[in-house]
């Protein structure tokens, strides 16, 4: 079979089955959890409606996130294009109930070195502190890094807190010689970039 010319259920129903079709009919962002499932008011109480996500379309989204992750920690592939980083983020962050900070640690060369979930939060908001990411920093023996966050509500707008948090960042980090390229907001299956916006 032509993978990249099946249908979604085609492709579905070599992972799920006789289910596939059915489920065919959903978000493919939501069917593997890069979206939150929002329900529309207008539509009519149906069984779909309390979908859950079989967990073979999370073990494919999962090996589809280490793939990425490798592919980014080999020498060849660096970070100097922000596609790369927002790729690998849909899959890290996107459709998480629950707000989280990482940062993506490089070296001189800009190449992976480590991902590192710093601080989990709550729906909203999340506590972030300088030292703690200065020392996670300084133990992965980093050049620069790039800042990343979700927002569980699906909207990419930068806060004026998350500004003064990159800027604390920035400046403390300074101090052991490490740059921050970006910081990044993750909605769902959506990615503003600071540095594309002209913040950073």
Not at 116 to 122: C, E, M, W
Not at 145 to 165: C, K, Q, W, Y
């Amino acid at each position: 079979m032509m993978m990249n010319q099946s249908t979604n259920g085609q492709l579905l129903s070599i992972l799920l089955g006789s289910d596939g079709e059915m489920l065919a009919k959903r978000s493919l962002a939501e069917l593997f959890g890069l979206k939150a499932v929002r329900q529309n008011v207008n539509q009519v109480a149906e069984k779909s409606q309390d979908y859950v996500a079989p967990s073979k379309l999370f073990a494919a989204r999962e090996l589809l996130r280490r793939a990425l992750e490798e592919n980014m920690a080999d020498e060849a592939c660096s970070f100097n294009s922000p596609a790369v980083v927002k790729d690998y983020l849909r899959l890290h962050l996107g459709g998480r109930e629950e707000e989280h900070f990482v940062a993506i640690w490089l070296d001189a060369q800009h190449r992976l070195i480590a991902v590192d979930s710093l601080f989990r939060g709550t729906l909203s908001q999340t506590s972030v502190y300088p030292r703690e990411v200065v020392k996670s920093g300084l133990k992965f023996n980093a050049c620069s890094v790039i800042f990343a966050h979700n927002h569980p509500s699906g909207v990419t707008e930068s806060s004026s807190s998350d500004r003064m948090l990159t800027e604390h960042l920035k400046g403390a980090l300074a101090l052991v010689d490490i740059k921050v390229i970006d910081h990044m907001i993750v909605g769902d299956n959506k990615i503003m970039s600071f540095a594309e916006t002209g913040i950073i």
